[in-house]
């Protein structure tokens, strides 16, 4: 019987719960499919910290050996480790991560060589229609050669790369708590931060995909009060939060308050056009209005894209672009194949903070010039006709514009929102920004109780 993968293939990444969704025999067909659809001779394969991630990466990589293909596996790793390794080796490669989601789920993210996005359009559709069909009249033929499978450590190798793009030689003594939230950034940070002038005060380091301190989701504000604590009891000058996976990097300042992650963009995009003077600067049309400003301000050229990572890598390789930011606290450079690092974003904040004598607070203020709402959800069955309610009560209104890029963005003189529906759940989300909080509170106030009404 064909396997029904529509709730496990997502736009970019397959994800759901193991073995109840998808096991090691998909898992298998899944790595011939992938093979096949990128016409890879070798690949490449890591794993995050999650107890069914070793059973279900080395089943991948037999289905891809099975038709011919070489497999790399480079065992423990975060996903911009694999991305790292995609781009050193130029090989096509798999990351089984399921990134923030609880202890039960899993999942594999995909690119071709150079790290380059598998998503809905770009091989990920074909990917699954093999798997369903070969799970319905049996596996393909193996090749008369089969693969080889083999090791290789790129750990080391991925810090060295990470350093050499930015300059941390010069920086002042830095005390700096990080949240692994028991995920992969208990692997990678001790390596990259070895020998830095850094007094690290590691929490929740013990690799553990049960995750049994907090969900090693730092969107979500619930999962950074520990950090935040630590920052404050320690004296510390800054905290860092990685996700599951460690792609994404979260800040928390010395007063143990969150930097908002348009900030990271803003400073970030100033230190990359100081490197590549007059460069483009992507950025969602959820981020602040800073962060295309502060572009501007440094001589670069701002283009704003929708949200999520396989339009931002699109827009970069079109583009040419240096860097590109998120306000989910993706942050995509080109010296990185176009592919996100949270741990290069990591970097950058340290390096700048310990270039000057001030305080993080004091340094990012100058790129934290706006109220935001921050994003907030409601769920609603119907979509389509709440979302065109909030339109009809904003067209034709006097001194606004409206666009469809990504959702809804009405834009007025000193305010603007964003509605947008998601992909996978019965949710509208919405973000605000305004000159200043009573302004934000009463524009997110008027929309929440059009969405909700």
Not at 63 to 82: E, F, M, R, Y
Not at 212 to 218: D, G, I, R, V, W
Not at 317 to 338: C, K, M, P, R
Request: a negative charge; glycine letters at 10%.
């Amino acid at each position: 019987m064909a396997a029904d993968l529509s709730q496990i293939v997502k736009a970019y990444d397959v994800r759901g719960v193991v073995p109840d969704q998808w096991d090691e025999s998909l898992a298998e067909l899944f790595g011939a499919a992938f093979v096949t659809v990128t016409r890879a001779d070798a690949i490449v394969v890591g794993h995050d910290m999650r107890p069914s991630s070793p059973g279900l990466s080395a089943a991948f990589a037999r289905g891809a050996a099975a038709l011919g293909a070489d497999v790399t596996l480079i065992g423990l790793c975060s996903t911009d480790q694999l991305y790292y390794a995609s781009g050193a080796l130029d090989l096509p490669g798999a990351m089984f991560t399921a990134s923030h989601n609880p202890a039960q789920y899993n999942g594999i993210k995909m690119c071709r060589k150079g790290a380059a996005p598998v998503g809905q359009d770009t091989g990920l559709a074909e990917i699954r229609e093999l798997v369903e069909r070969w799970s319905e009249q049996g596996a393909p033929t193996p090749a008369a050669e089969p693969g080889t499978i083999g090791e290789r450590e790129t750990l080391t190798d991925y810090a060295a790369h990470l350093l050499s793009l930015v300059d941390l030689s010069s920086i002042r003594p830095l005390k700096v708590v990080v949240d692994a939230g028991n995920g992969m950034g208990g692997h990678t940070v001790p390596t990259v931060f070895a020998g830095l002038p850094l007094d690290l005060v590691p929490m929740y380091f013990e690799l553990d995909g049960t995750f049994p301190n907090h969900e090693a989701n730092p969107l979500d504000p619930a999962n950074i009060v520990d950090l935040q604590a630590r920052v404050i009891a320690e004296g510390a000058d800054l905290g860092l939060a990685f996700d599951g996976d460690a792609d994404r990097c979260f800040v928390v300042d010395e007063r143990g308050e969150p930097v908002s992650p348009s900030a990271i963009t803003a400073l970030v995009a100033a230190r990359e056009l100081a490197r590549h003077p007059g460069g483009t600067v992507i950025h969602n049309l959820i981020t602040s209005w800073s962060v295309p400003e502060v572009v501007r301000e440094n001589g670069g050229t701002p283009v704003r894209t929708r949200v999520g990572h396989s339009f931002i890598k699109q827009e970069m390789a079109a583009t040419g672009a240096i860097f590109g930011g998120e306000h989910s606290a993706h942050y995509y450079f080109a010296d990185f194949w176009n592919a996100d690092t949270g741990m290069l974003a990591a970097l950058h904040v340290l390096a700048a903070l310990g270039g000057q004598e001030g305080s993080l607070s004091a340094l990012v203020a100058q790129y934290d010039r706006y109220a935001g709402s921050g994003e907030i959800n409601s769920t609603v069955e119907d979509q389509a006709g709440r979302a065109a309610a909030v339109r009809a009560a904003y067209e034709g209104r006097a001194g606004l514009t409206l666009d469809e890029l990504d959702g809804l963005t009405v834009t007025a003189q000193d305010w603007w929102f964003n509605l947008r529906a998601s992909n996978t759940e019965p949710l509208l989300r919405l973000n605000v920004e305004a000159r200043d909080v009573p302004t934000m509170a009463k524009v997110r106030d008027e929309v929440l109780a059009i969405v909700r009404g």
